[in-house]
């Protein structure tokens, strides 16, 4: 029995195969077929395994939150990749970003100069991405503030960093039970307890 066969494909379906080199970020709008929220680490496809509720509602949490206390100069948006080299374009899983980078519908990446915030929800299949290779990532790109969301017995833990420009690296700024409050890059306070409510 065929790889393919075992994913409900054709016998015929062809995996998509790396050019010398490893893909680019630019080929990620290029290749066909790609399955959602597909990632380019270090010129390889991610493949992400389908996601949990809690992952899915604490993204609608973070989501929500933050756009009603984003200022005017900033906006929010989830899952969306940012080209941060020519190998790399990662997909956090909420994204604040300046809100003039915004060039229109067809828009598929943003860069990371852009990018104030970025939001990662660990799951069982991205542990390692989203704790060790994902914030080296973010912090040799610039991004000023990076935070990590850890679940504790159905209740979000939010862990807060925030980018040394001297280290190009982050330094812990706080972990955050029941209530995210922080005063960088904006003033956000954020009731992590209201994760199941649907208001």
């Known amino acids: 029995m065929s790889a393919a066969r075992d994913y409900g494909l054709d016998d015929d379906y062809e995996w998509p195969r790396p050019p010398a080199g490893g893909w680019t970020a630019d080929d990620l709008d290029k290749l066909p077929n790609l399955p959602p929220h597909t990632e380019l680490i270090d010129g390889s496809l991610v493949f992400v395994s389908p996601q949990t509720n809690f992952h899915s509602r604490v993204i609608r949490l973070l989501d929500n939150a933050l756009l009603a206390q984003v200022p005017d100069e900033l906006d929010v948006i989830r899952e969306m990749t940012v080209k941060l080299d020519g190998r790399n374009r990662p997909e956090p899983d909420v994204l604040v970003f300046r809100a003039g980078a915004d060039t229109g519908p067809g828009q598929t990446w943003y860069s990371p100069e852009d990018v104030v915030i970025a939001v990662e ?18 912090a040799a790109g610039g991004i000023p503030h990076y935070w990590r969301v850890e679940e504790n017995e159905g209740l979000p833990v939010v862990y807060v960093y925030e980018l040394d420009p001297m280290t190009k690296s982050y330094v812990p700024m706080g972990i955050f039970h029941d209530r995210l409050k922080v005063t960088v890059p904006f003033p956000v306070d954020i009731d992590l307890t209201a994760v199941g409510r649907r208001r």
């Open 121 to 138: 929800v660990v799951s069982r299949d991205s542990q390692e991405r989203d704790r060790e290779v994902k914030p080296r990532k973010y």
